[in-house]
């Protein structure tokens, strides 16, 4: 790959051929052909994900890898020219779907390797019926500018431009003649009805009119492809044969709206895909067109993709083949569109998709969640970015274990590496609050991942919500955060509609957070610590919390299978094990070592060692804070039984058992931290203070054994600790 995409070779390996190959029929940047995997049905790719899992770069290297090759097009769904109508033009002639049609037929038709350009004489005469119901006597140049753009869709750059303009200006003096030469009053753009039952302006029926007869005149090859494609809409629905009652039907049903501009839609798409196949199977020799076309729809859960994705699958599902390779990135993951997609895992694709259509029009769908990228790849990408620098050698793993894998994130960490480590930033901590020059200002690495990562939905004032709503647990203690801290207007119902949001963005539920994506959390809570100089809303949310789980300390447990960091026990726990999470991060640490403590001779050791992991979890924060490049963690100190690192025990308490539990609480807390790269002292530590305490239950010690050999192993990996 070109680009270095890690972890994604399933799309773009070349031997064996991998999806991509296989479905375009080319090898990635390179002339050869590839064996194809589906001689004639093919499946509409969608990748499916939350942000920053590397939808958009796959579709962008797709681009790459095929640009001048074959032809390609790719749109951004999202695009500001497909979410709303331009001023003064007519909502009635325009919609997202029609808009990208003309998007990407213009890219679709420019000239590749040895073949010319494709003109698109079908998708043209649709589109000027459609353009014509928002044509009126009041603003001609507008009209005029209009019906030229889409004339040009059948240019095939055969003639010279001078040459071209005039045949396009003289086109379109006669499309327009009917807004200045019709009798007074039918111009208006009002609509009265045709007689045809359409519902057009009365202007359409002229315009119609006036194609026809335009594309009818002439012996030139292209008089001959327009006369063809306007005979091509005597198959529209009810239309009898007849190409004029075919367009004034499309044009009618694209001004109705709702389901009939749907069906109007499906129509332009399906002509687009007629034209590509009359490039590809018509005059033209199969051999100099060698592949498919390929057409890539980023974003496409917004409105212009699901239209475009359904006609497709519409049509295949109908019978009515196309020859185009559709590949589309859809945030979240599925749409109602895809319900019954196949799905199949990217390394599951490296050599067959296994894919076979079913009987429904979804089912011509692949759907294929893209995955995080692995703890070897994490590193590559890393050391990629920071080549001829000292990297220390636990950051690449310590960056897994930040970003959890999420390519945007590692990536954007990896780019603040190799600019600040020369400045002596050394852990992720310090990484992200360093600064990144990206053009467009100078700010710490952390806002940009969040301006990628949060939704636009939470832009308008509610990211600063979503932030200390990241501090909670579940719905009920955000709800306690929003009354407490966030204005009135806010409550129970903007709780509610962020975490609809934070579903819909394909983002993991994880019990015990209310934010479950681990590397979102961990920057949305970085934001919060660093909102005021005080970090004032900081502990305001965390001493809510802690009233929150000490006020109501009989309220009922959730089951332990459905939320928590605790085992099934009978209840009482789980509030406990909260309150004391937020006590760890205000910087209280004693009362979650006596806990520890108390508990240890009796509960069974993995709910223990889960409890630990748990409470280790908590959010580190002292009050010099840990992202300050050269600051000592004081933590380390803890774990590693130094003088003076915590008050004196009880009297009546096991002294031994509560100074080994304090060290090994710090120490879990200082090797999982996602800001700080675990001291290896401190992991090798880890080792010995659970051999100990394993010698202390010898009958149930076996949990105690394996994680005093997995944990050391879990941290300095960036993995995740496993208790079991």
């Known amino acids: 790959m070109r680009t270095g995409l890690h972890g994604r070779g399933a799309l773009f390996d070349t031997e064996p051929p991998g999806l991509a190959p296989r479905l375009v029929g080319l090898r990635p940047f390179q002339h050869g052909p590839s064996p194809y995997e589906h001689a ?8 499916a994900g939350a942000r920053g899992l590397g939808k958009s770069a796959v579709l962008a290297e797709l681009r790459a890898a095929y640009e001048g090759r074959t032809p390609v097009a790719l749109i951004d769904c999202e695009a500001e020219r497909f979410a709303r109508c331009p001023a003064g033009h007519p909502q009635a002639s325009w919609s997202p779907v029609a808009q990208a049609l003309v998007a990407i037929a213009w890219q679709l038709a420019e000239p590749v390797a040895d073949a010319g350009r494709i003109p698109f004489p079908r998708l043209a005469t649709g589109l000027l019926a459609v353009a014509a119901g928002g044509w009126n006597d009041r603003d001609v140049p507008r009209a005029r500018r209009e019906a030229e753009r889409i004339l040009l869709l059948n240019d095939t750059g055969s003639w010279g431009g001078a040459h071209t303009g005039r045949r396009v200006g003289r086109v379109t003096d006669r499309l327009t003649d009917p807004l200045t030469g019709s009798p007074p009053g039918t111009g208006s753009g009002k609509d009265s009805g045709t007689g045809c039952g359409t519902g057009t302006g009365p202007v359409v029926e002229p315009v119609v009119e006036a194609i026809l007869e335009a594309f009818s005149e002439g012996v030139s090859p292209t008089h001959r492809r327009l006369r063809k494609a306007a005979t091509w809409y005597r198959d529209h629905p009810n239309a009898g044969g007849n190409p004029k009652l075919g367009l004034l039907l499309l044009a009618g049903h694209f001004r109705a709206g709702g389901a009939p501009r749907t069906r109007a839609e499906g129509h332009l798409v399906r002509a687009l895909l ?36 359904g006609a497709v699958l519409r049509d295949r599902a109908d019978g009515i083949a196309d020859r185009v390779a559709f590949f589309a990135g859809l945030r979240g993951h599925g749409h109602p569109a895809l319900r019954n997609a196949a799905r199949g895992t990217l390394s599951g694709l490296a050599r067959a998709s296994g894919w076979e259509p079913g009987g429904t029009a979804s089912s011509r769908a692949l759907l294929v969640p893209l995955p995080p990228l692995s703890p070897d790849d994490t590193p590559r990408v890393v050391e990629a970015a920071c080549r001829g620098l000292a990297v220390p050698s636990r950051l690449p793993r310590a960056a897994h274990r930040l970003t959890a894998g999420n390519p945007l994130g590692t990536a954007l960490l990896a780019e603040s590496a190799r600019r600040n480590l020369p400045r ?43 932030a200390l709503l990241a501090v909670a647990h579940d719905r009920a203690s955000a709800c306690v955060l929003a009354e407490a801290l966030l204005p009135a207007g806010f409550g129970t119902a903007g709780v509610l509609a962020l975490e609809a949001r934070l579903a819909e963005e394909g983002l993991p539920a994880v019990p015990g957070r209310f934010v479950g994506d681990p590397l979102l959390r961990a920057l949305l809570l970085l934001e919060l610590h660093r ?18 789980y000490t006020d109501a300390p009989n309220a009922p447990d959730v089951p332990a299978a459905q939320d928590g960091p605790d085992g099934p026990d009978g209840g009482g726990t789980r509030r406990a094990l909260y309150r004391l999470h937020h006590e760890l991060a205000l910087g209280t640490t004693e009362p979650a070592v006596s806990y520890l403590r108390d508990t240890f001779h009796h509960r069974p050791p ?5 409890a630990l992991a748990f409470l280790a979890s908590a959010p580190y924060r002292p009050a010099v804070a840990p992202e300050v490049p050269g600051v000592p963690d004081g933590r380390t100190q803890v ?23 304090r060290r090994l609480l710090h120490g879990v807390w200082q090797v999982t931290d996602p800001l700080a790269l675990p001291d290896p002292v401190v992991t090798e530590r880890l080792r010995s203070e659970l051999e100990h305490l394993s010698r202390l239950r010898p009958a149930d010690a076996e949990p105690l054994r394996r994680a005093s050999r997995h944990w050391p192993q879990d941290a300095s990996a960036g993995r995740p600790l496993r208790v079991c």
Not at 531 to 548: F, I
Not at 606 to 610: G, R, V
């Open 606 to 610: 993995a709910q223990w060692l889960s």
């Open 639 to 661: 774990a590693l039984g130094r003088a003076g690192t915590g008050p004196r025990p009880p009297d009546d308490v096991d002294t031994v058992l509560h100074l080994r539990v």
């Open 40 to 47: 004639r049905d093919l499946p509409f790719v969608v990748f």
């Open 531 to 548: 909102r005021e100089p005080d970090h004032t809303t900081w502990r305001a949310a965390h001493h809510t919390l802690v009233a929150h």
């Open 424 to 466: 002596g930033a050394v852990t992720p901590g310090d990484l992200l609050t360093a600064h990144l020059d990206r053009g467009d200002g100078d700010r710490p690495a952390y806002r940009e991942l969040l301006d990628h990562l949060v939704p636009d939905g939470y832009r308008d004032g509610r990211r600063d919500a979503l």
């Open 274 to 309: 007629a034209d590509l196949d009359d490039a590809y199977g018509g005059p033209l020799p199969r051999g100099s067109r060698p592949g498919r076309p390929v057409v890539l729809l980023d974003n496409a859960q917004a409105a212009p993709g699901t239209g475009l994705i």
